[in-house]
């Protein structure tokens, strides 16, 4: 089954053919990044508008780099939540125009679902049960993959994802936007054990998680040094940031796992790229005697592989919509998807 996928949730616009949830065929993506990176964040506008301007271009390429005729797809699959509610609706409308002129199935596919899909397609052997951490700039959470469609959350972030606040220390910082990639390279750079930052605890939640102050500490340092003229080690702040989000990470997800009895654990999403939260999710898998699987690095971002891999698991449990589907800015990755099938039975 070959699936002609989307994304466009924030600021990539991705495409992709992938054939029966595991094979990627092609998968182009157009990054917006060198043009936020002048306004230090996302511009929700402008994305909505640049997905405007390539999607069709990025579904032609993705086709024609899949050595694919338009008659050889048998569904489109789209993001349709969460993410920049403008952004989405891109994507999501070319993919229903596309899925109504072919006359085949629309998938509708929630990005978070995507990314934890993103690991099927590197390690084929990957099937559920699992503990999947999902980090990325806009949800943090740790979610038991109990089926490839049935997944509830055990713990989130109670504010600000890991990621955005990578991207907001980063700045604080003075470094480019998207901030996940230069904070770790800075990182490298010192030992840490320099700067005393939060670590939260949810009372009454133990595996939830916030990061506002711990985003918040960083932006009083770099500033109070700033006023009063002393010096920055830029280097060990960005370290010992680092290190304070991979300690809210990683001991919950273990945690996580050992309640839910699961012996494999994912990483998945933009955050899972970051060389020190990798580092310590694989000695904690060791010490557990669990099963690690990290993604490589060209499949942690926004693409449209992933979306084409988890389509094929929804087609499968008959989650497919009509034209009346909505986009979504929020919604629940254990919510069955808005028109399914499965949401009829349900019902």
């Given at each position: 089954?070959?699936?002609?996928?989307?994304?466009?949730?924030?600021?990539?616009t991705a495409a992709a053919v992938v054939e029966d949830g595991r094979c990627?065929?092609?998968?182009?993506?157009?990054?917006?990044?060198?043009?936020?990176?002048?306004?230090?964040?996302?511009?929700?506008?402008?994305?909505?508008?640049?997905?405007?301007?390539?999607?069709?271009?990025?579904?032609?390429?993705?086709?024609?780099?899949?050595?694919?005729?338009?008659?050889?797809?048998?569904?489109?699959?789209?993001?349709?939540?969460?993410?920049?509610?403008?952004?989405?609706?891109?994507?999501?409308?070319?993919?229903?125009?596309?899925?109504?002129?072919?006359?085949?199935?629309?998938?509708?596919?929630?990005?978070?679902?995507?990314?934890?899909?993103?690991?099927?397609?590197?390690?084929?052997?990957?099937?559920?049960?699992?503990?999947?951490?999902?980090?990325?700039?806009?949800?943090?959470?740790?979610?038991?993959?109990?089926?490839?469609?049935?997944?509830?959350?055990?713990?989130?972030?109670?504010?600000?994802?890991?990621?955005?606040?990578?991207?907001?220390?980063?700045?604080?910082?003075?470094?480019?936007?998207?901030?996940?990639?230069?904070?770790?390279?800075?990182?490298?750079?010192?030992?840490?054990?320099?700067?005393?930052?939060?670590?939260?605890?949810?009372?009454?939640?133990?595996?939830?998680?916030?990061?506002?102050?711990?985003?918040?500490?960083?932006?009083?340092?770099?500033?109070?040094?700033?006023?009063?003229?002393?010096?920055?080690?830029?280097?060990?702040?960005?370290?010992?940031?680092?290190?304070?989000?991979?300690?809210?990470?990683?001991?919950?997800?273990?945690?996580?796992?050992?309640?839910?009895?699961?012996?494999?654990?994912?990483?998945?999403?933009?955050?899972?790229?970051?060389?020190?939260?990798?580092?310590?999710?694989?000695?904690?898998?060791?010490?557990?005697?669990?099963?690690?699987?990290?993604p490589p690095l060209s499949l942690c971002g926004d693409n449209g592989a992933?979306?084409?891999?988890?389509?094929?698991?929804?087609?499968?449990?008959?989650?497919?919509?009509?034209?009346?589907?909505?986009?979504?800015?929020?919604?629940?990755?254990?919510?069955?998807?808005?028109?399914?099938?499965?949401?009829?039975?349900?019902?």
């Amino acid at each position: 089954m070959k699936i002609l996928a989307f994304e466009s949730t924030c600021d990539e616009t991705a495409a992709a053919v992938v054939e029966d949830g595991r094979c990627v065929l092609s998968d182009v993506v157009a990054s917006q990044a060198d043009m936020h990176a002048l306004y230090g964040g996302v511009v929700p506008e402008i994305a909505s508008r640049k997905h405007v301007e390539v999607i069709a271009a990025l579904a032609e390429q993705a086709l024609k780099e899949a050595g694919c005729a338009r008659g050889d797809i048998d569904a489109v699959a789209a993001s349709y939540a969460p993410g920049l509610i403008g952004a989405v609706l891109v994507g999501l409308s070319f993919a229903k125009s596309v899925a109504f002129g072919l006359g085949v199935p629309l998938i509708p596919v929630h990005h978070v679902r995507g990314h934890i899909a993103a690991n099927y397609i590197a390690f084929p052997e990957l099937e559920p049960p699992f503990l999947t951490l999902a980090i990325s700039g806009g949800n943090t959470l740790i979610v038991d993959v109990r089926d490839y469609t049935d997944m509830e959350i055990l713990g989130s972030t109670r504010d600000d994802a890991a990621g955005e606040c990578f991207d907001k220390a980063a700045r604080v910082l003075g470094l480019a936007y998207p901030g996940g990639r230069p904070m770790d390279q800075l990182a490298r750079q010192s030992a840490g054990g320099v700067y005393t930052l939060p670590h939260a605890q949810v009372d009454g939640a133990p595996l939830d998680m916030s990061f506002s102050g711990l985003k918040t500490a960083v932006v009083n340092l770099a500033h109070h040094a700033d006023q009063v003229g002393e010096s920055l080690d830029r280097a060990a702040l960005a370290r010992d940031f680092t290190q304070a989000v991979s300690d809210a990470l990683v001991p919950r997800a273990m945690e996580a796992a050992r309640q839910a009895g699961r012996r494999a654990i994912v990483a998945a999403g933009g955050v899972a790229a970051n060389s020190l939260i990798r580092a310590e999710l694989e000695r904690a898998c060791r010490r557990a005697g669990c099963r690690l699987y990290l993604p490589p690095l060209s499949l942690c971002g926004d693409n449209g592989a992933m979306i084409g891999a988890q389509g094929y698991y929804e087609y499968q449990a008959g989650n497919v919509a009509g034209m009346e589907l909505n986009a979504y800015a929020t919604r629940d990755i254990s919510e069955d998807l808005p028109g399914s099938l499965s949401e009829e039975m349900n019902d």
